[in-house]
């Protein structure tokens, strides 16, 4: 192999893990963000600040547990634990989380590569974790939704995205298991994807090491094999599809609360 041949081969690798490694998962976790931190803000001012809590209570917990789950993953020592809680705006001047919801304090070594990268994970963790458990939940409940998501990840296409799913059970089963799943992926996506400015602090703590970590990968990858690329679109791209679906999702809650509101 020439080093032209080489060197083009360790660009392309680099481009592959930045690009998916780090510019879609930053695209997907603010698009999601924005969506249901406004879906939040329009629930907190039409219905008070602790609507989130009653109607997203499922996905604070869930979004607060991957925060937790991540820090112990990355060795971080746990300070102060509120899987949810309400807010207490009086007491802005005297707590510091008085206006959260939930929160969990952690502090690491900040000679420790691994524990310093693990801030980056531990900040986004919720969009995993909160992504995670709504497709758990529509394999348990909605099991043709769920084939469906699955096929139309792999293979994109509208055809497989909207097949019949209704075979899971008799009518009145099925109606009752969906409205089921769509009060548990309202609560989720309410009170689960809304990463806060504390979460963004956290996950730039951690940038530089990870994307330390994502060149040595890109290099690495580039050297030993001219399949990266091929192997990173067969494994990844069906992820960011199935993402593209919670986006979908939470965008129908926004519509939805919109318009819940837009009288108030």
Request: glycine fraction near 8%; avoid cysteine; charged fraction near 10%.
């Amino acid at each position: 192999m020439s080093f032209s041949t080489l060197g083009q081969q360790i660009l392309i690798s680099l481009l592959t893990v930045f690009f998916y490694g780090l510019a879609l998962p930053l695209l997907f976790s603010w698009a999601l963000t924005i969506i249901n931190r406004n879906t939040k803000q329009r629930l907190a001012t039409y219905y008070g600040m602790n609507a989130q809590v009653y109607l997203g209570f499922l996905g604070i917990i869930v979004h607060e547990s991957s925060h937790l789950l991540m820090a112990l993953l990355f060795g971080h020592k746990i300070t102060g634990l509120r899987l949810i809680k309400f807010a207490h705006p009086e007491n802005q001047g005297s707590d510091p989380e008085a206006l959260t919801l939930g929160y969990v304090n952690h502090r690491w070594n900040s000679g420790n590569s691994y524990q310093t990268m693990g801030n980056f994970f531990i900040g986004f963790a919720p969009i995993i974790g909160v992504s995670a458990v709504i497709f758990g939940i529509t394999a348990w409940l909605w099991p043709t939704m769920f084939h469906n998501w699955v096929t139309f990840a792999v293979h994109p296409s509208l055809s497989n995205l909207f097949q019949p799913a209704t075979s899971d059970g008799n009518l009145l089963v099925n109606t009752v298991r969906w409205i089921i799943w769509a009060i548990l992926v309202t609560n989720l996506s309410v009170g689960g994807f809304d990463l806060s400015s504390a979460d963004l602090r956290n996950s730039g703590a951690g940038v530089s090491s990870y994307i330390v970590l994502l060149g040595l990968i890109g290099l690495s990858a580039g050297v030993l094999t001219s399949s990266f690329t091929a192997w990173s679109r067969a494994h990844l791209v069906p992820v960011f599809f199935a993402l593209s679906l919670v986006v979908v999702l939470s965008a129908v809650v926004n519509v939805v609360t919109r318009w819940l509101t837009k009288d108030k």
